[in-house]
């Protein structure tokens, strides 16, 4: 079993939706979790981290957390052709920095 | 461009060949990372470096890969006698060195490599 599952996609859908990427983890003592976004042949970019349980927001992105369930989301609202790329969900657990990476989805969004 | 910064963007070596790889992080990140990414799939961390230390390595680093921050700043990969399987991006991040700041790893665009 991963460690973080992410499902891989492909996610088509049209210019204004409300888009909601998953993830879930396998170990409870992972504590801080990242939102990277990744254009084609580019390195990923990070959108949103957060270290609780909860919702974060930031513009037309909230980051979801629920610890209980191992299980955390990236809402995009009023989605736009420019978000199409691969989201991939990170997550951190040690003093030492290292992420574990989910495998990415990709997004796409038709105008 | 105050990013981090990778050379080259792109490698094609033949099997057996030994190849070296540049990152530039941040300027004032002390924490410097490589990871590797393959087709379809997330960043695999490979190893960071808290200023010129070596901290932690991936038991996916295998003995014909080497990594250095002799200054604290840059940083280089090699890769010896390349396989195939070799081939893939390589991601270089850097983030500041203390607290939770440490997870906010800022990528660069990495380096693409194919080995044939």
């Known amino acids: 079993q991963k460690e973080v599952e992410q499902d891989p996609g492909p996610l088509s859908v049209p210019e204004g939706a409300i888009v909601s990427l998953n993830c879930t983890y396998s170990?409870?003592?992972?504590?801080?979790f990242m939102w990277y976004r990744q254009y084609s042949r580019k390195g990923p970019e990070l959108l949103m981290y957060t270290y609780s349980s909860g919702n974060k927001e930031d513009g037309r992105f909230t980051a979801q957390v629920d610890k209980s369930s191992k299980y955390i989301s990236l809402f995009i609202r009023d989605s736009q052709p420019s978000d199409s790329a691969t989201y991939l969900c990170?997550?951190?657990?040690?003093?030492?920095?290292?992420?574990?990476f989910g495998q990415g989805t990709e997004l796409s969004v038709k105008p | 461009d105050t990013g981090v910064s990778q050379d080259p963007r792109h490698k094609i070596t033949k099997r057996g060949q030994n190849v070296t790889f540049r990152c530039d992080p941040i300027s004032e990140h002390n924490r410097l990372y490589w990871y590797r990414q393959t087709l379809g799939q997330g960043p695999e961390f490979l190893t960071y470096f808290q200023n010129e230390a070596q901290l932690e390595k991936s038991r996916l680093l295998s003995d014909r890969f080497s990594a250095e921050r002799p200054k604290g700043s840059f940083s280089t990969l090699e890769i010896q006698r390349t396989e195939q399987g070799d081939s893939a991006m390589y991601l270089c991040a850097s983030s500041l060195g203390n607290g939770l700041a440490i997870y906010e790893q800022y990528f660069g665009p990495g380096t693409r490599l194919t080995v044939t």
């Open positions: 170990n409870s003592a992972f504590q801080y």
């Open positions: 990170a997550i951190g657990y040690n003093q030492g920095g290292k992420l574990i």
